[in-house]
């Protein structure tokens, strides 16, 4: 004889494993708490759990599931976002690491079309570590080698490997392995996590970095979620474990996770009113400049040598970080742009290929007259 009961709780546990698994597909985070609820509810088929703890903890969490389903509505959100013809995205995908993320190996085809226009259509050659390609200018020997650090400007956002910054300066380190480590969302706790566990490899080794990199480094942006989280400790810099939330920064949470909880309307809600006011705090423009100058000690310390690609946007910030850099004898390269030339620029903002020859010449002219 069928049993009845039994059918209709497989079928229940079978709706909660496949809420579940929407919710990750679509990264979205009511129906993770959707599927929660219902995960409770299934607390009240079995004797052992106690019926009060369960009536209350389903109740509040099901509070919290209602004002996140109506946030989510209020703001115009779609769980399914249709794509055509029209409206193609191709973003990168990423594997977890030590850093917190990289890009998967191989050629990855980075395509933006929006009304029938191309915004963007590049290509990206990941190595096996999962750092982006410099394809190689001549067949030179190569007895030096020379490290770039950063995010997106380093990377070569929207842009193909032969229009990169690292790929420009074999124009004048032509006889250098020039290295490419940097990624779209990194800022300077990434070096400083690669070179503490990696070692320095760089005979010269250069970081190109400016003040939005403050809040990636004091774990205030979504994309930080899961990389290497530094505090400062009786004024040394120490590492702590992981951009997350709260004691669970001890675990390198897979990025997957945080682009999920980063879409509760709640914690934006939260975050727009109290937590993005204080991103550029006293605080964390203090730890952004005990990592430089712990970068700049430990490549010193190889027998390296380090040098800082700052881009000055002429704020009071700017200011302030170069008047203590200076002060602690930081080699700074000065890659400031005119703001206003659109030649410099992509659509979005990034710096396009003349951007980066340009700024591949500066960094020359800096280092031509040192004994490297």
Same mark, same amino acid.
């Given at each position: 004889?069928?049993?009845?009961?039994?059918?209709?709780?497989?079928?229940? $546990?079978?709706?909660?494993?496949?809420?579940?698994?929407?919710?990750?597909?679509?990264?979205?985070?009511?129906?993770?708490?959707? %599927?929660?609820?219902?995960?409770?509810? %299934?607390?009240?088929?079995?004797?052992?759990?106690?019926?009060?703890? /369960?009536?209350?903890?389903?109740?509040?969490?099901?509070?919290?599931? $209602?004002?996140?389903?109506?946030?989510?509505?209020?703001?115009?959100?779609?769980? *399914?976002?249709?794509?055509?013809?029209?409206?193609?995205?191709? @973003?990168?995908?990423?594997? !977890?690491?030590?850093?917190?993320?990289?890009?998967? %190996?191989?050629?990855?085809?980075?395509?933006?079309?929006?009304?029938?226009?191309?915004?963007?259509?590049?290509?990206?050659?990941?190595?096996?570590?999962?750092?982006? /390609?410099?394809?190689?200018?001549?067949?030179?020997?190569?007895?030096?080698?020379?490290?770039?650090?950063?995010?997106?400007?380093?990377?070569?956002?929207?842009?193909?490997?032969?229009?990169?910054?690292?790929?420009?300066?074999?124009?004048?380190?032509?006889?250098? !392995?020039?290295? @490419?480590?940097?990624?779209?969302?990194?800022?300077?706790?990434?070096?400083?996590?690669?070179?503490?566990?990696?070692?320095?490899?760089?005979? *010269? @080794? *250069?970081?190109?970095?400016?003040?939005?990199?403050?809040?990636?480094?004091?774990?205030?942006?979504?994309?930080?979620?899961?990389?290497?989280?530094?505090?400062?400790?009786?004024?040394?810099?120490? #590492?702590?474990? $992981?951009?997350?939330?709260?004691?669970?920064?001890?675990?390198?949470?897979?990025?997957?996770?945080?682009?999920?909880? @980063? #879409? %509760?309307?709640?914690?934006?809600?939260?975050?727009?009113?109290?937590?993005?006011?204080?991103?550029?705090?006293?605080?964390?423009?203090? /730890?952004?400049?005990?990592?430089?100058?712990?970068?700049?000690?430990?490549?010193?310390?190889?027998?390296?040598?380090?040098?800082?690609?700052?881009?000055?946007?002429?704020?009071?910030?700017?200011?302030?970080? /170069? !008047?203590?850099?200076?002060?602690?004898?930081?080699?700074?390269? +000065?890659?400031?742009?005119?703001?206003? +030339?659109?030649?410099?620029?992509?659509?979005?903002?990034?710096?396009?290929?003349?951007?980066?020859?340009? #700024?591949?010449?500066?960094?020359?002219?800096?280092?031509?007259?040192?004994?490297?």
């Amino acid at each position: 004889m069928i049993d009845t009961k039994l059918i209709k709780k497989a079928i229940f $546990f079978l709706t909660i494993i496949f809420l579940f698994y929407i919710s990750f597909v679509f990264k979205n985070f009511q129906l993770l708490l959707i %599927s929660i609820c219902f995960l409770f509810l %299934s607390g009240f088929l079995f004797k052992i759990i106690n019926k009060n703890f /369960l009536t209350l903890a389903f109740s509040i969490l099901l509070g919290i599931t $209602f004002i996140e389903v109506f946030l989510f509505f209020k703001n115009n959100n779609k769980i *399914i976002i249709t794509k055509n013809n029209s409206n193609i995205v191709k @973003n990168i995908k990423y594997e !977890k690491s030590f850093l917190g993320y990289k890009p998967i %190996s191989g050629i990855q085809n980075h395509k933006i079309i929006s009304n029938n226009s191309t915004i963007l259509d590049a290509y990206y050659t990941i190595s096996d570590e999962g750092f982006r /390609l410099t394809p190689q200018k001549n067949n030179l020997r190569k007895e030096k080698v020379f490290n770039f650090f950063g995010g997106s400007f380093v990377f070569g956002w929207g842009l193909n490997d032969n229009e990169t910054l690292p790929y420009f300066s074999q124009t004048y380190f032509d006889e250098w !392995k020039i290295n @490419n480590y940097g990624v779209s969302g990194y800022g300077i706790h990434q070096m400083l996590a690669q070179i503490e566990k990696e070692g320095v490899n760089g005979d *010269i @080794n *250069i970081l190109i970095t400016h003040v939005p990199h403050i809040p990636r480094a004091t774990c205030k942006r979504d994309y930080s979620f899961g990389t290497p989280k530094y505090i400062l400790k009786k004024g040394k810099i120490v #590492r702590s474990g $992981f951009c997350n939330y709260g004691y669970l920064n001890f675990l390198p949470i897979p990025r997957i996770i945080g682009s999920i909880i @980063n #879409r %509760s309307q709640i914690k934006i809600l939260f975050d727009n009113i109290l937590y993005r006011k204080n991103d550029m705090d006293e605080n964390g423009i203090e /730890l952004y400049l005990a990592m430089i100058k712990k970068i700049n000690h430990i490549i010193n310390n190889n027998d390296k040598k380090f040098f800082l690609g700052y881009i000055n946007n002429q704020s009071e910030i700017d200011k302030f970080i /170069l !008047k203590d850099l200076n002060k602690n004898n930081i080699n700074i390269i +000065d890659l400031s742009l005119v703001e206003s +030339d659109k030649t410099y620029k992509l659509t979005d903002g990034h710096p396009n290929k003349e951007a980066n020859k340009k #700024r591949a010449e500066i960094i020359w002219d800096y280092l031509k007259n040192t004994s490297l």
